[in-house]
């Protein structure tokens, strides 16, 4: 996978990406579901600066901050962990914060856009990254900390699933598929605000990661007589990445595999080291996000498909895929 | 207070305003109701209930379907909604009715666009479904047709208290997937109505009944509640069960999901409808 001795050209890749994004967010904007099927423009005249400023870019902007956040923390992960298939969701990062979530808003602590509700979400990543410490800490076993986020993966989808079942509301066992397969639809600027305070410094200390994860591609023992502390590593992308995705995951539930396909695809192109490839994939994640999302309000009139099942369709594959790939060196 | 002076002068001109206004005054309440937009099946069927026709700008879409909906033929006239903000900023309605259940997004996105929005919380008896209506009757200026409605509810139910047999007998609901309906829900007080004693009264609202509950209880009438029986689901595979099969004696009663779906003054066909079926023939 990480063969390639090309050195690429992140700047040029970085600018495409950014030249992208910026045609495909007033692409978002462009397109709704003002009649239950895709409605192209902004409707009515007198209501169009509303749709335009309080349903569109929101729904845009919360497109690229969350696909932003997912490719940036796949990148960081797989760095962190020299592990092709390391992910937000497959580290268990992902449920743990629906399941923060979960807990606040059906047990009536918060409203959908208050801070509570996106601080219970952190508080439910980190406490999968607690327990994944706790499981696959010191030794920084790599291999093993990918087992272990299996397996909180499928604790927290099962304590979700439990505490939704004992929610007051009778509804909220079928509002799982939300928090599985998250959603963009109908959120506000109140969720934009929501989310940036948590992700900028997220962001900020993944990359602050970013010459650590660099290091860390020699080898343990190397990085460290290098001068980088393994462990500040990290906990500077686990930390990093539990406020970004707990922070996303608050406002849109669970939308995976964009932080495991947005890094492969970006590697032949800006080269494999995490330094070079942060920015890309916060780029193209939240690209590919903000095309999956219009292509959800692109579908014939009915009831919107969730954003999640969509990257899980594109994504899913692709993951077997990397999997039949990496077959003989997670046997060795 | 001027207008205290002027009455006294132009007593005749105002006795003929005032009764111009008198005699215009049911029109004119009519054209000043509010628009209304509801985006709940559950919801629309109270809407509909209560408002003026011309009222409605849209209903849910499940409210068109007769699967889903007591209503279906009188809501399919409407323009339908999928419940999204956008759309119902397009259709511009004065008040949108929304379940407590409905997506909290679009609800906070509605009220923070300005939206007058109006959440029903889902009735667990027919009080409820009583206090929905005035609440959905107060919210788009129909008081009056709300205290109809549950004055007609009223005279449904003293019909069928008349109708029903002296002796109750013990039944269970059993719905797709298995699950059935306890105490605290709007379906045990209509099978009570129909004269019928739910075996699981026991279990607060909703819950999973297994075969061998079912067995157990032997209960006297099973209400089997039908729910897109062409569609292929796990849930309505509960039903051809052999351990249901297997149940003995007991009178199977058929009443489609959408009977139970809603609490709604057609929720009363429910009992109407099991009191027909329990009738001698």
């Known amino acids: ?332 | 207070m001027p207008s205290y002076r002027r009455r006294s002068q132009l007593a005749p001109a105002h006795a003929a305003a005032y009764l111009s206004l008198f005699l215009l005054l049911p029109r004119l309440a009519c054209a000043e109701l509010p628009s209304v937009a509801s985006i709940n099946l559950c919801t629309d069927q109270l809407v509909l209930s209560v408002a003026d026709p011309a009222q409605i700008r849209s209903l849910s879409w499940l409210s068109a379907d007769p699967e889903e909906s007591m209503l279906a033929n009188q809501a399919s006239v409407y323009p339908l909604n999928y419940g999204s903000a956008e759309e119902l900023m397009a259709i511009g309605a004065d008040v949108v009715i929304a379940g407590s259940q409905t997506s909290p997004f679009t609800r906070s996105l509605l009220r923070r666009l300005g939206s007058t929005i109006v959440e029903i919380e889902p009735a667990a008896s027919l009080d409820d479904v009583e206090r929905n209506l005035r609440a959905v009757g107060a919210a788009i200026g129909r008081d009056r047709e709300a205290g109809a409605a549950t004055a007609s509810m009223r005279a449904r139910v003293g019909a069928m208290r008349e109708r029903r047999d002296a002796r109750t007998r013990s039944a269970v609901v059993v719905r797709a997937g298995g699950f059935t309906v306890g105490r605290n829900t709007l379906a045990n007080e209509l099978i009570g109505l129909a004269g019928l004693d739910n075996v699981v009264a026991n279990l607060d609202r909703w819950g999973s009944l297994s075969i061998e509950t079912l067995l157990a209880t032997k209960p006297e009438v099973i209400i089997m509640t039908s729910y897109r029986e062409s569609e292929a689901s796990l849930a309505n595979s509960f039903f051809s069960h052999p351990g249901l099969a297997s149940i003995a004696g007991a009178t199977r009663l058929e009443v489609p999901a959408r009977y139970f779906a809603c609490g709604a003054p057609e929720s009363l066909a429910a009992a109407e409808l099991l009191l027909e079926q329990m009738a001698p023939r």
């Open chain 1, 1 to 332: 996978m990480n063969e390639s001795t090309e050195p690429g050209r992140p700047a040029a890749v970085a600018i495409l990406l950014a030249i992208g994004l910026a045609l495909a967010l007033p692409l978002s904007l462009f397109v709704g579901r003002g009649s239950g099927g895709p409605t192209f423009g902004l409707g009515a005249e007198d209501l169009a600066a509303t749709i335009l400023a309080e349903i569109r870019l929101p729904r845009a902007l919360l497109g690229a901050l969350v696909g932003g956040t997912l490719g940036l923390c796949g990148a960081a992960l797989q760095g962190l962990m020299r592990n092709p298939l390391a992910e937000p969701g497959i580290l268990g990062v992902s449920s743990g914060a629906a399941f923060g979530a979960v807990i606040v808003f059906y047990f009536g602590f918060a409203d959908s856009d208050s801070m509570l509700l996106a601080a219970g979400a952190v508080a439910g990543a980190l406490a999968a990254l607690a327990i994944l410490y706790a499981l696959a800490g010191r030794a920084v076993d790599l291999v093993r900390l990918i087992l272990a986020g299996v397996g909180i993966n499928a604790l927290a989808a099962a304590l979700t699933s439990l505490a939704l079942s004992f929610a007051p509301s009778p509804y909220a066992a079928l509002e799982i598929l939300f928090w599985m397969f998250g959603s963009l639809a109908d959120r506000s600027m109140a969720h934009v605000w929501l989310m940036l305070p948590l992700a900028v410094p997220g962001w900020a200390l993944v990359v602050a990661a970013a010459r650590g994860l660099d290091a860390l591609i020699l080898g343990e023992d190397t990085a460290t007589s290098l001068g980088f502390s393994v462990r500040q590593t990290l906990w500077l992308v686990i930390a990093g990445s539990a406020l970004a995705v707990g922070a996303a995951v608050a406002v849109t539930g669970v939308v995976a595999f964009v932080g495991l396909v947005v890094p492969h695809l970006l590697r032949p192109w800006v080269g494999f080291r995490p330094s070079r490839l942060l920015l890309p994939s916060f780029l193209g994640g939240a690209l590919i996000t903000l095309a999956a999302d219009v292509a959800i309000r692109l579908m014939p009139p009915g009831p919107e498909l969730k954003l999640g099942v969509v990257t899980a369709l594109i994504g899913a594959p692709f993951f077997l895929h990397l999997v039949l790939g990496s077959r003989g060196r997670l046997n060795a």
